[in-house]
């Protein structure tokens, strides 16, 4: 998802239901915020039209970027995580072979993991 309403630029950050206290509620995996924007926040709204009470949306931690263009390959990463059955708060992504695997991925037309380094005592 795209999230448009940070400085006037484009941000990727992934909405699931994977990891979600309730039913209902959204998961935001966003490398780059802590909080949802308010577009962002207006969306969750609209999602959840059919819950009363409305369950919101909770963030969750994930590895964060360190630069300003990554957030669309972390997002990817996120969600090839989630749908192989792997939690991405756990992964460490390693961020130099990212796009090269995505590449490969699209080129194979394949979901496969994305590289990970060993992580101590953490994320």
């Known amino acids: 998802m795209a999230d448009y309403g940070r400085q006037g630029g484009s941000h990727w950050l992934l909405l699931s239901s994977y990891g979600a206290s309730r039913s209902g509620q959204l998961v935001v995996y966003d490398s780059l915020y802590n909080t949802l924007s308010t577009e962002t926040a207006a969306l969750v709204e609209q999602l959840q039209e059919l819950y009363s009470p409305r369950p919101g949306a909770t963030m969750r931690p994930v590895q964060r970027q360190n630069d300003g263009y990554s957030c669309g390959l972390f997002a990817v990463a996120f969600a090839f995580s989630i ?3 792997q939690d991405p708060c756990t992964v460490r992504y390693d961020r130099a072979s990212m796009a090269a695997h995505l590449v490969r991925c699209l080129e194979q037309g394949v979901v496969q993991l994305f590289p990970s380094v060993p992580v ?4």
Request: net charge positive.
């Open 83 to 85: 749908a192989l059955g």
């Open 120 to 123: 101590a005592g953490g994320r």
